[in-house]
């Protein structure tokens, strides 16, 4: 008699996505971008189309939260940090270029607070903007890669990392307000009239702004998305599960969370640098320890493990905030710190993640029904 066998290979290969399924990723960015560059700016006045501008740039921090905190489990709570870094580099750039339109060398909160004639020497680079573009991604993450390697080299995790975050993000403020004759102070960087060469009191330069921060959106999403189910994901994902286990294989999970946090702050960084054109302000009060408990706050709310649950939770977090804040100033803060308790606490997958709850309540029902029926 002659029996078939099954080959190895077969037997372990795994089946292949429907079509359906392997194109629900590129179909949901193709409506993605629909939305944000086709449907927006038509239905959308320009006062609100401003606001969603200011929306997307903290989606864009998200993006890198979800990339550190959702696959690498790394609570980060400075974002505000890499984020005031990138948009300080960016207005430091467009105040000496206001400047030098008006033919003066000095940005007009110098001569306000009689700094002198001399433009400090660590502006002054600032000048050129390749060197200013480059500075808004490349400086958040030298800072990050700078306390990154000594942070994970020494095991540094959980709630002591995101204090020792915090607390970065609590002494830049601190130290932007005590330059004020450098930074601005408490007031930050303001009044910025221009954006390489376009003027922001224009609605039509300021919808080019939200064209670019929308696609800078999308391109972002879709690396991040091919990180996710790159080797690399696979890998933040162990380290975050199992730090030993990675080492028994052979890679170090202090460098897999460093490149992760590296990355998070370039997006943070570059999410400051567009902030800047779409509100004209940069302030300490923008970078400090709520801000960056709110790019988190966002995340965890639509799920920090899904990508889109992230951009989706920050925008809705953002746009609530906005709402609330000016009806209920004083209790705003409060309802904030109880979304992000109720979002860690008893829903850790954000909402993007109620569908499958739901699924699993409602199969553990059907199966205890079917148990006490037999």
């Not at 939305?35 to 921090?61: E, Q, T």
């Not at 709110?294 to 965890?300: E, M, N």
Request: overall charge positive; aromatic content about 10%; hydrophobic content about 55%.
């Amino acid at each position: 008699m002659t029996t078939t066998t099954t080959p190895a290979s077969a037997a372990v290969t795994p089946p292949s996505p429907s079509v359906p399924e392997r194109l629900r990723v590129p179909a949901g960015f193709v409506l993605g971008a629909v939305l944000l560059l086709g449907v927006a700016p038509v239905l959308l006045s320009d006062f609100r189309l401003n606001l969603l501008a200011k929306y997307l740039c903290y989606a864009i921090v998200a993006v890198g939260v979800s990339l550190a905190w959702g696959r690498g489990g790394l609570m980060v709570l400075g974002q505000g940090v890499f984020f005031g870094l990138g948009g300080y580099a960016m207005a430091m750039h467009l105040k000496l270029t206001d400047a030098a339109a008006t033919g003066e060398t000095l940005p007009d909160f110098m001569q306000l607070y009689g700094t002198g004639d001399t433009l400090p020497w660590w502006w002054k680079p600032f000048a050129d903007p390749a060197f200013a573009l480059a500075m808004t991604v490349l400086l958040p993450m030298a800072v990050a890669a700078l306390l990154g390697f000594f942070v994970f080299r020494r095991r540094v995790k959980g709630a002591y990392f995101a204090i020792l975050s915090q607390a970065l993000a609590a002494a830049l403020s601190i130290w932007l307000i005590g330059q004020q004759a450098t930074t601005g102070g408490t007031n930050g960087l303001t009044d910025i009239q221009g954006f390489f060469g376009y003027s922001l009191d224009d609605p039509v330069n300021q919808r080019m702004v939200y064209f670019v921060i929308a696609a800078v959106l999308l391109l972002l999403m879709i690396g991040a998305r091919q990180l996710f189910v790159s080797r690399f994901g696979e890998l933040l994902v162990a380290a975050r599960d199992s730090e030993e286990r990675v080492r028994f294989l052979g890679y170090d999970p202090a460098n897999v969370k460093l490149v992760a946090y590296v990355l998070a702050a370039g997006a943070a960084g570059l999410a400051g640098a567009l902030f800047v054109p779409a509100v004209g302000i940069i302030s300490p009060a923008l970078i400090g320890i709520v801000p960056s408990i709110g790019f988190v706050i966002g995340a965890a709310v639509g799920g920090r493990a899904s990508l889109v649950g992230a951009v989706l939770g920050a925008i809705a977090v953002a746009w609530t905030q906005s709402t609330l804040s000016d009806a209920f100033p004083a209790a705003w803060t409060y309802l904030q710190g109880l979304l992000f308790v109720l979002a860690v606490g008893f829903l850790p997958g954000g909402l993007a993640s109620l569908g499958v709850v739901l699924r699993r309540r409602r199969t553990a029902g059907a199966t205890r029904t079917t148990g006490e029926t037999a």
